[in-house]
């Protein structure tokens, strides 16, 4: 084993990954950045994170290859990137890649850059040892950059301006005077997204097909507020609810401990990408939430009990296997156990069968394909092929008994599964992630009347306001005990967003408290008091080749769109006009991104809904004892485009949130900035809630 490298003592359980590597890598920062100019060397810089099954293969066969190290180590200064606690750098690069490639990016990504600049002029994402798939050896490619540096710096310095001039006009692609904001992106947005619909196998577009989360959560949005309009659009709810369920009932989710993967390899949604990742699954908990409040309301009663299921095991997973004792949520869990990828999560035949008696087992193996053919590497992912209602005809059982055997069936495989050697987990906290799961737990707890699920985001709230908050800024990541990094603009916003969404569910002032320090921040640090819109790093940031405002949705939703979305619902909960001031500016700044094409933009769409249609706010203040009975009566009754703060009497001294009443009880009924007289008798409140 090489003796270790610049890595050793990186926060990064990906960095560390590396830290053993023969190649003489370096983190980003000043002494690697120095080091290239002076003995002027390109520098090749190698983004990824410690889920990456790619990242793995690349690193196992280049990395550790003492041949190719000697190349990297001999004709450049190598940089490792962790894309999840700097993805400043990740989005430049891959923008910078998209740019020179003209293709999509990826992980690993792969970039040489100029050392003066810090500027690329050649990259990829993963190269094998050997020449395949239509992709030069890596060693090749090591040797030929090596050469076209030395001898190509003329066409280096050509190609180097027009990148930068490139992504400067990226940077400042605006609309010049102020948009005309309407709801057209809205219904473009509709139509494209139908363009793209799956109606065989939902989701959108073929494979590898993602589930474009923030897309779903848009369109059950968008149903809702054209169903209160009166202008019913079923179809959209089709499209939404369709969609969730073939992920649900897919090979995408797991059956037996609950979580959703990355993403499916086919449009099936058979067979995924193994890898389970905090920003998908708190995403995925909250539209599960909505996609079960409206199956309520609309009396799809086995899709809300399937929806239901989801949501319970996917919530539980979270806590059980994702929170550390301190609080936090931890990142991700890799798609590899024992150096193969999906190892853990599947079946052989023989060995179900000998856990389960013959009729579970009977109705099991029907559901999930068990007496097909193996459909992973000789073996069986579980990936359903019959609903419960199917096996209940097909059976000749109660629906009762199937939900009863086939939940006894995932609870004695679940135990013999946790015997299993697990995969690794990277075990550091980023704020941005936690806050979207902060936002799902809340919205679980709050449908399913789990108190637990809203504790756990508490405590991961408490976590961060102790450990990350730090002199009125957050830092930005957390592991064994070490917080750096100053934080992105999706930490505050996503944060925000997540704090919001808890006091719907369990008010408490010092989450209102951190709520507004956030905002100020957002406005201080982030905004662009020119353009409007907020920039992805703060003011104070190390300058890079770029600066951008990230607009649409990638792997995570826009932190534009969440922050325009989060500050319109403070300002108008505080009755502060600089806050949905702001948000509307973030509209005008991205429109020519959202004009361009309105379905990438799911976050800034929610935004854009919210902004044309403002939801109802509800705010219930009065004797604790009353104060929850009639949160009760809302909550019974909610609706999608609602939202109810319930701030109990004893907690209300001092809150910049309407004023204090001297009523027992006492409901305040605003849309937008048109408010309902108050209301203090509860029939009225319920006939209020009726007419909504």
């Not at 930068?164 to 473009?188: D, M, V």
């Not at 590497?377 to 199917?390: I, N």
């Amino acid at each position: 084993m090489s003796a270790p490298n610049a890595l050793a003592n990186q926060t990064s359980p990906y960095l560390q990954q590396h830290a053993d590597n023969p190649v003489q890598w370096y983190p980003w920062g000043t002494e690697a950045l120095q080091l290239a100019k002076q003995q002027n060397k390109p520098i090749l810089l190698s983004i990824g994170y410690s889920a990456c099954h790619w990242c793995h293969v690349m690193a196992h066969e280049s990395f550790e290859n003492e041949q190719t190290a000697a190349i990297m180590n001999q004709h450049f200064i190598n940089i490792k990137v962790d894309r999840e606690e700097r993805p400043d750098l990740d989005k430049i690069y891959q923008l910078a890649h998209n740019m020179l490639a003209q293709k999509a990016g990826g992980w690993p990504l792969t970039m040489f850059l100029t050392p003066d600049d810090h500027i690329p002029f050649f990259g990829g994402t993963y190269f094998p040892p050997e020449p395949r798939h239509g992709l030069p050896a890596f060693n090749e490619i090591l040797q030929k950059v090596a050469g076209f540096y030395q001898q190509g710096q003329e066409q280096i310095q050509q190609q180097n301006t027009a990148l930068a001039t490139a992504l400067h006009q990226y940077e400042h692609l605006a609309s010049e005077q102020q948009a005309n904001i309407s709801a057209t992106p809205l219904h473009e947005a509709i139509e494209q997204l139908s363009e793209n619909f799956d109606s065989v196998n939902g989701g959108f577009g073929g494979a590898p097909k993602f589930p474009h989360l923030t897309n779903l959560e848009f369109l059950f949005d968008h149903y809702w507020v054209m169903q209160q309009q009166g202008k019913a659009a079923p179809e959209t709810l089709e499209m939404a609810l369709f969609s969730l369920k073939k992920m649900v009932l897919g090979g995408i989710y797991d059956h037996i401990g609950g979580g959703l993967c990355r993403y499916s390899v086919d449009e099936l949604w058979m067979i995924p990408h193994f890898e389970k990742m905090l920003y998908d699954n708190g995403p995925f908990l909250s539209v599960c939430a909505k996609a079960y409040q409206i199956c309520q309301l609309t009396d799809r009663v086995e899709d809300a009990k399937l929806f239901k299921r989801v949501l319970q095991q996917s919530a539980d997973w979270v806590m059980r296997e994702m929170q550390s004792p301190e609080g936090g949520f931890y990142s991700t869990l890799d798609a590899d156990s024992e150096g193969e990828e999906g190892k853990f999560y599947v079946w052989q035949q023989e060995d179900v069968k000998q856990l389960l008696d013959e009729e579970t087992y009977e109705l099991f193996a029907t559901q999930f394909g068990l007496n097909w053919k193996p459909n992973f590497e000789g073996a069986w992912h579980l990936h359903t092929f019959r609903e419960r209602s199917e096996l209940a005809e097909k059976f000749n059982l109660p629906i009762e008994t199937v939900d009863e055997k086939l939940d006894q069936a995932c609870t004695i495989l679940f135990k013999q599964r946790e015997q299993r050697i697990r995969p690794h987990r990277d075990e550091k906290t980023l704020v941005s992630w936690n806050g979207l799961m902060i936002k799902g737990l809340a919205m679980a707890g709050r449908v399913l009347g789990r108190d637990d699920y809203v504790q756990a985001a508490q405590k991961a709230v408490d976590f961060i306001q102790q450990t990350m908050w730090e002199r009125g800024r957050l830092k930005a990541t957390y592991k064994d005990g070490k917080a750096h990094l100053n934080a992105y603009l999706d930490d505050y916003a996503f944060l925000l967003d997540g704090l919001l969404e808890l006091l719907q569910t369990d008010w408490r002032n010092q989450d209102l408290s951190l709520a507004i320090q956030l905002a100020e921040v957002l406005l201080a640090d982030f905004a662009d008091p020119e353009k409007g819109g907020f920039y992805f790093t703060a003011h104070s940031h190390e300058a890079l080749i770029s600066r951008p405002k990230s607009y649409a949705d990638e792997s995570m939703p826009s932190g534009n769109g969440v922050a325009a979305s989060a500050l319109h619902r403070l300002g108008h909960l505080l009755v502060e006009a600089r806050f949905y001031t702001a948000s509307e500016k973030v509209l005008n700044a991205a429109w020519a991104h959202i004009e361009q094409l309105p379905y990438a933009h799911g976050a800034l769409l929610l935004a854009l809904n919210e902004f044309m249609n403002p939801s109802q706010t509800i705010i219930l203040r009065g004797k604790p004892e009353l104060v929850a009975e009639w949160k009760a009566v809302y909550i019974a009754s909610a609706q999608p485009h609602q939202v109810c703060f319930a701030i109990p009497k004893q907690l209300e001294d001092d809150m910049p949130v309407v004023r204090q009443t001297q009523a027992d009880i006492v409901a305040y009924v605003c849309t937008g900035m048109q408010c309902d007289a108050p209301i203090t008798d509860i029939e009225a409140f319920k006939q209020c809630l009726k007419a909504s």
